[in-house]
């Protein structure tokens, strides 16, 4: 079987509105993910909307998730360029790519939703059959996207992301741009989430995979990795 090939997408963003507010990256989404995919053999790659260097959330790097996965990351040098020289949309091309992953952290709130190139990605590996995927905040690059007819990929699809009652607890409601749970279900997403805050949750439909928050990025990847496989048995009908 050929490899798979994964394309992680992260942030440039490194601030909320008011800049004394740090955010970025969330960098156990991402690397709790990347294991998942390297344990599976598959190739990876970054991209952000504008290329180059993806901040990191400093809350990400005292929560209980900031685990020996996010901490090799970080004491590994190479990695860390990795995340220094992302590449830019314009530099890909989505048949390179089996599934999209997108990372959260809620600097992607302010960059991902109206990235041209990314919706472009996203859009095409999508319509292919390609697995398009996201956890926590990672959506909000799926709420401006369309198919070719027009209408929004998630529209009428089951799909999860970070809750606004998470924001609340997190206290960043008063932080944030916009309710991104809101904004799903203004696109049409039937969005779910789980009973409890904070619990890992994932939601599939078809080869649309979703994680609720950053405890759920390894669950989300390893739906990923199932459904890459071909096993639909966690799809919705």
């Not at 048949?95 to 302010?110: C, L, P, S």
């Not at 956890?135 to 998630?154: A, K």
Request: charged letters at 25%; a negative charge.
């Amino acid at each position: 079987m050929p490899t798979k090939r994964v394309l992680h997408v992260v942030t440039n963003v490194g601030h909320y509105d008011d800049p004394s507010h740090a955010t970025g990256l969330w960098l156990s989404e991402l690397t709790h993910a990347w294991r998942v995919f390297d344990e599976a053999g598959f190739e990876q790659t970054l991209v952000n909307p504008a290329g180059g260097p993806s901040p990191l959330e400093p809350r990400a790097l005292k929560f209980p998730s900031y685990d020996k996965t996010a901490k090799a990351w970080r004491a590994d040098p190479a990695k860390m360029e990795l995340l220094a020289t992302t590449k830019r949309p314009e530099e890909i091309d989505s048949a390179d790519f089996d599934a999209v992953y997108f990372t959260g952290g809620h600097g992607v709130m302010y960059d991902f939703p109206d990235c041209e190139g990314l919706q472009r990605i996203t859009r095409e590996i999508y319509e292919r059959g390609g697995v398009v995927s996201s956890v926590c905040h990672g959506y909000c690059g799926l709420l401006d996207t369309r198919l070719s007819d027009g209408s929004y990929l998630i529209a009428g699809k089951h799909m999860t992301g970070f809750a606004w009652r998470e924001e609340v607890f997190a206290r960043v409601d008063k932080l944030v741009p916009y309710s991104a749970e809101e904004r799903a279900k203004q696109r049409g997403a039937l969005y779910e989430k789980a009973k409890l805050p904070f619990v890992s949750y994932t939601a599939v439909d078809g080869n649309l995979v979703t994680g609720q928050n950053p405890g759920s990025a390894k669950a989300t990847a390893r739906k990923v990795v199932e459904v890459l496989a071909g096993d639909t048995s966690q799809a919705r009908p």
